[in-house]
């Protein structure tokens, strides 16, 4: 409904234009012109032809751009001072009289909540359907529901139905009535001309529940306020001069203009008491066009005093519609209302959706980003909770995000009762082992790892090896271990990791470095001993090598002169005893071997003797025989070895005895 694109309507449209024109020419309370505005309508879901031509004029100017930057937004006093004066305008009406009077005579209308919608953008024709709620507070009085046009000539235009609006004095006008008004750009309400509101019965019922399309069009001259019921077919209508304006003017940089007119919707409610809460939901909608943008607001104000705000808070800047579907949500001393590109929503009490997030083991998992898809987004507190109040019946998914990762993904169902849900994402501890080369966990190395996110994070391995990443989302990582040099490679998946640490392993771990060491350091120590006592020794003199025949031991002098003995007779071999040439020992007859030391015997080459014949000589002194001398006489046992035990071999020249086996001097 809002500014027409210009597209066609269906084949009904020459049906629907005549029967338009027949309907507004038969109303008497105002002289109308034949309707050439749009009038568009929720057809698609009523299954209803739309009820006027379109408009094919289109104006020369463009939506205004909903781009720009704007300020944090706060309501000046004045605009808002203004706002009141003019709201209150909206007044009971006199169904006796068929004329309204001024809000002033009546002091029980004290108290004035609005919901309110502000478009940014510029509209050739607005048009909405609302439903026609039922609805009902102090005094049995009852709200009005409203579409607002401010033209480009500063009027400003309302058209609305009304419930059970309050009288001037007392009472109300039961049912359902139809609303109209215009304000000048001085902020008079000029029609009717009685300055106030104006209420006028439809043709026929309207019932709880209808869908009623409310519409302003420019047509000849004139802005023409319509109401239509898609049930009952009930209309009513209005029009005043456009004074000139050819458009509705959007607000792109606040609330409203400094008269407290503005472009939008708006939910109306009157009480006789200040009052801090919701209303019954009432829904706008408009399904053929998207709104780009437009500023949320909720007030009230006492009409008696019109200095005195209960309160006014609107969203800080326009809300862009770029995703037309997510509601947006304002919320303000208990009165809420949410709107898109295509509805707005006031007084939707809704459910309270309770969600507490924890990670996969079960640990709270505070801080995460909760979003509650097409609603809100919030992110969870120290405890874990992410709070959703006034959320619409309705299905939706809870999506979970954790260090910019989605951790959780789940559906849920609003119905009729507040929900409390705990939620486990997938955001684990994840564990990475390090051993050495035999096995042994390897403490102290470092470990650097690429999360899922892209970003980094490092640690140290405990002495049990370990090495804990606390709340990783779920994914792939990759990482390196390094230690004094010494650098391996790791990647695996965090899910898995969590259960299974992932191991790698390092050469050397400090435990086989240290031990290394210790054996070098005792190796060293031990050389460095042993060359300081080898240096400490007495020197040996060099002697030279022992013969290579054994020798005899040392002989004893030659015995003095024997008396005679015959001289041997060749041929006669004497039985003289042998004794070893190696140790001494005597040998027994034929023996080849010394039965003491072993050495091999050397058999002398036997000696012939002959008897000498006798001569006579001249006397001279008897001379005895030279013989051979005799062996010498079994000696001491000879000293044996104390290294090896054989017996040890005198060496005359050295004055020292030798072993043969150890080949060393004793």
Not at 241 to 255: E, N
Not at 305 to 331: E, M, W
Request: with cysteine; aromatic share 12%; proline share 9%.
């Amino acid at each position: 409904m809002r500014i027409n694109e210009s597209k066609s309507l269906n084949s009904h449209a020459s049906l629907v234009r005549i029967l338009l024109i027949t309907i507004i020419i038969s109303l008497t309370l105002s002289n109308v012109n034949s309707l050439n505005g749009v009038v568009h309508a929720n057809a698609q879901a009523q299954q209803q032809p739309c009820l006027a031509t379109p408009f094919t004029g289109i104006p020369s100017y463009a939506p205004l751009s909903t781009t720009s930057t704007y300020s944090s937004h706060l309501p000046n006093s004045n605009s808002v001072i203004l706002k009141q004066i003019n709201m209150e305008n909206i007044t009971p009406f006199n169904a006796a009289s068929s004329q309204a009077a001024s809000n002033d005579a009546n002091t029980q209308l004290s108290y004035d909540e609005q919901f309110g919608l502000t478009f940014t953008q510029d509209f050739s024709s607005l048009a909405y359907n609302v439903t026609a709620v039922q609805q009902t507070y102090e005094n049995n009085w009852g709200p009005a529901y409203l579409l607002n046009g401010l033209s480009n000539q500063g009027y400003w235009y309302q058209v609305g139905i009304a419930w059970n609006w309050p009288y001037i004095s007392s009472g109300y006008n039961s049912g359902f009535n139809f609303f109209y008004e215009v304000y000048s750009p001085t902020g008079v309400s000029i029609f009717p001309t009685n300055v106030g509101g104006g209420l006028q019965k439809f043709s026929s019922q309207v019932n709880q529940g209808d869908s009623i399309l409310l519409s302003l069009t420019f047509s000849s001259g004139n802005v023409v306020m319509y109401a239509y019921d898609w049930n009952t077919h009930a209309t009513a209508s209005e029009t005043y001069s456009s004074q000139g304006a050819t458009y509705f003017v959007g607000s792109p940089t606040s609330d409203s203009n400094s008269q407290g007119f503005f472009t939008g919707l708006m939910t109306e409610q009157y009480h006789p008491n200040t009052y801090y809460g919701n209303m019954h939901e009432v829904t706008y909608t408009e399904n053929s066009f998207a709104a780009s943008s437009a500023w949320m607001w909720i007030d009230e104000y006492n009409t008696a005093n019109r200095t005195q705000i209960l309160f006014f808070d609107s969203t800080p800047s326009p809300v862009s519609y770029t995703n037309p579907l997510p509601l947006n949500f304002l919320s303000s001393h208990n009165a809420t209302e949410y709107s898109n590109a295509y509805e707005f929503i006031t007084g939707a009490t809704g459910i309270r959706l309770n969600i507490r997030t924890f990670d996969w083991s079960g640990d709270l998992l505070p801080s995460c980003i909760v979003n509650l898809t097409g609603f809100a987004s919030i992110i969870s507190d120290s405890n874990g909770w992410a709070n959703f109040t006034g959320v619409p019946k309705g299905n939706y998914t809870i999506s979970i995000v954790w260090q910019g990762i989605q951790v959780s993904q789940t559906p849920v169902s609003i119905t009729n009762s507040n929900v409390t849900m705990d939620i486990n994402c997938l955001v684990y501890n994840l564990k990475i082992k390090v051993t050495d080369l035999f096995g042994l966990p390897f403490s102290g190395a470092n470990v650097v790892i690429t999360l899922p996110n892209g970003t980094t994070a490092s640690t140290t391995t405990g002495s049990d090896g370990l090495a804990v990443f606390l709340e990783i989302p779920t994914g792939s990582f990759t990482g390196t271990v390094s230690y004094l040099g010494l650098t391996n490679s790791i990647s695996g998946n965090v899910a898995q990791s969590s259960t299974t640490p992932t191991s790698v392993e390092l050469p050397f771990s400090p435990v086989v470095i240290s031990t290394i060491i210790i054996i070098i350091v005792i190796a060293v120590v031990a050389a460095s001993i042993f060359l300081r006592l080898r240096r400490k020794a007495p020197t040996i003199p060099t002697m030279p090598p022992p013969p290579t025949s054994p020798q005899y031991p040392p002989q004893p002098p030659s015995p003095q002169p024997q008396p005679s003995m015959p001289v041997p007779i060749t041929g006669a071999t004497p039985k003289a005893a042998q004794f070893c040439s190696n140790c001494g020992a005597p040998l027994q007859q034929g023996v080849k071997f010394c039965t003491n030391c072993g050495a091999p015997i050397i058999h002398p080459t036997p000696t012939t003797y002959q008897q000498a014949e006798p001569t006579t000589q001249p006397t001279q002194p008897t001379l005895q025989p030279s013989y051979p001398p005799p062996p010498p006489p079994p000696q001491a046992a000879v000293p044996l070895c104390p290294t090896c035990g054989n017996p040890l071999t005198y060496l005359q020249q050295y004055n020292r005895w030798y072993c043969t086996n150890c080949r060393k001097y004793l």
